[in-house]
Structure formats: structure tokens, C-alpha cells
């Protein structure tokens, strides 16, 4: 007489309790995601406040701010020639061309111009055990993230510094305001030497930052509006891009679209 074996299956139970543990699982996962982008928001408006800090410590205990130096003599390491700005320019209390439209080629920094202070000023603050952020060996106009500008903790960019009037036009993707901020602001940027200049690329996907990312640390830091107060973001407007419409005062940032398509301009001195 043949035996019948019966093949057992997995009860309700169990299959509930295994489902249970997956969830559980992926639960653990987007929470801990969600917590590394936490920290990393937290570490970048550390940096930007540890460079904001650094900037006005220079400035108390020397009148002029970094970048602003007449060259040599005044700043560690700085020799005849690898830290001269032209004439007139240095001890202005601006940093580079004072109506920058935050859009210069990279090949217009060069020793001996006044845009050259927006390389010096993180330099200064480096050589003066201000800054921590960049290699800060010799000032150089060969411009990478780690060794000329800080790169950013967001794992995507740096920051490039420059100086606006209150009324630029900036990359708003040809919709709003201009970057109302006045005085030095640091941009988080992709890279220091995009063809273009300080805010681009402005390719929808390319740039530092998603939307919710920029609006958590807009909030933490100011107002938490696109196009207004200290910290204002760029990029592509409409739906689809950084914000949900034009960039204008009112506008919001647009939370759900995941893409990276922003980048913020930051308001360190009046």
C-alpha cells in the first residue's frame, strides 16, 4: 500500500509574521535613508554657519574680510604675486566685482583679477586656521571642490562665494524675481568650474540639491520662501522643477518632485 505524502504549506500565520518582518525591513531602510538626509542637511547648514562664522571672526580682528587683502604680507603663505587683487579693489568690503550677476567663466578668475577674491576668500580663512574645509596648502586657481571651495556635506556640489547688489537676475530658469539678497552670498553649486558660471548647470537633474532638501534647509535656516529672505533657491521654475511656479515671493518648493533641480543662494554678510 503506497503512502501519500501530503506537502504542507505556509499557514496564515506565517505568512502574515513573514510579511510582518519585510515590512518592518523596508520601514527600517526609508527611515534610516530619511535619517542620513537629515544628517546631512544638519552637516551642510553647519558648514555654511562654520563659514559665516569664520568670515566675521576674520573681519573683528582685521577690519576687512576674507578674499579682501591687498595681498602680501597680510595672510600667511600669500608671496608677491599669488595673492594680489588690483588696486583699489582690496579693503572694499566686497568680495569680487560688486555687481556680480552670479554668472562668470571660470577662466576670468585668475591671479591678479578682482574676481580672484571670491578664491582668496576661503583661502584666507584656511591659512588663518578659520576654515577647515579645503586643502588650503597655496592659493591656486586651478578650482576644485576640497582643495579652492568647500565641498558640500549634501554628497552633490560646493559653494562658490560672490557678491550681489540686491536686484541680480540669477538662473530662475527665466521666471520671477531676481536674487534679492544684498551684500556676500555663498551658492551651492555643482561645480566651481561649470562653463557658465556660479549657478549652473541649471539642467533639471544635474544640480545640488531636490526640492525638499533645498525647503528643509531654507526653513532651518530663514524663511523657508524660493525667492525670498537670506536664503533663496535657482534653477528650473514651473511644476515640474524646483519650485511650483515661477520664482516669485510666493512661491513654495516643489516637495514632491524628487529630481535634484535645485540650488540656493545664501546670504552670509549685509
Not at 72 to 98: K, L, R, Y
Not at 104 to 124: K, M, N, Q
Not at 176 to 199: E, F, Q
Not at 253 to 266: A, F, H, P, V, W
Request: glycine content about 16%; aromatic content about 6%.
Amino acid at each position: 500500500m503506497r503512502r501519500i505524502q501530503q506537502q504542507k504549506g505556509f499557514t496564515l500565520v506565517e505568512l502574515a509574521i513573514v510579511l510582518v518582518i519585510i515590512g518592518l525591513l523596508i520601514g527600517g531602510i526609508l527611515k534610516g535613508q530619511q535619517l542620513m538626509r537629515n544628517a546631512q542637511v544638519t552637516a551642510t547648514i553647519q558648514q555654511v554657519k562654520a563659514i559665516e562664522a569664520g568670515a566675521n571672526t576674520f573681519y573683528d580682528s582685521r577690519g576687512y574680510y576674507p578674499g579682501d587683502a591687498d595681498g602680501t604680507g597680510q595672510i600667511p603663505g600669500c608671496g608677491p604675486t599669488d595673492c594680489v587683487v588690483p588696486v583699489g579693489t582690496a579693503h572694499n568690503g566686497i568680495i569680487g566685482p560688486a555687481a556680480w550677476p552670479l554668472i562668470v567663466s571660470p577662466t576670468a578668475i585668475t591671479a591678479g583679477t578682482e574676481a580672484y577674491e571670491t578664491v582668496l576668500f576661503f583661502y584666507d580663512m584656511a591659512a588663518t586656521n578659520l576654515l577647515s574645509a579645503i586643502d588650503g596648502t597655496a592659493p591656486s586657481t586651478t578650482l576644485l571642490f576640497g582643495k579652492t571651495h568647500p565641498a558640500a556635506k549634501t554628497g552633490t556640489g560646493g559653494f562658490i562665494v560672490g557678491n550681489s547688489n540686491g536686484i541680480q537676475p540669477g538662473n530662475r530658469g527665466g521666471g520671477g524675481t531676481g536674487v534679492t539678497i544684498n551684500g556676500t552670498i555663498l551658492s551651492l553649486v555643482v561645480s566651481p568650474t561649470s562653463v557658465t558660471g556660479i549657478d549652473s548647470p541649471g539642467t533639471p537633474g544635474s544640480m545640488p540639491l531636490d526640492p525638499a532638501r533645498a525647503g528643509q534647509m531654507d526653513r532651518k535656516m530663514d524663511d523657508g520662501r524660493a525667492a525670498g529672505g537670506a536664503v533663496q533657491a535657482w534653477g528650473v521654475s514651473g511644476a515640474t522643477g524646483c519650485t511650483d511656479g515661477a520664482f516669485a515671493t510666493t512661491s513654495n518648493y516643489n516637495e514632491g518632485n524628487t529630481s535634484k533641480d535645485c540650488g540656493l543662494y545664501i546670504g552670509i554678510t549685509q
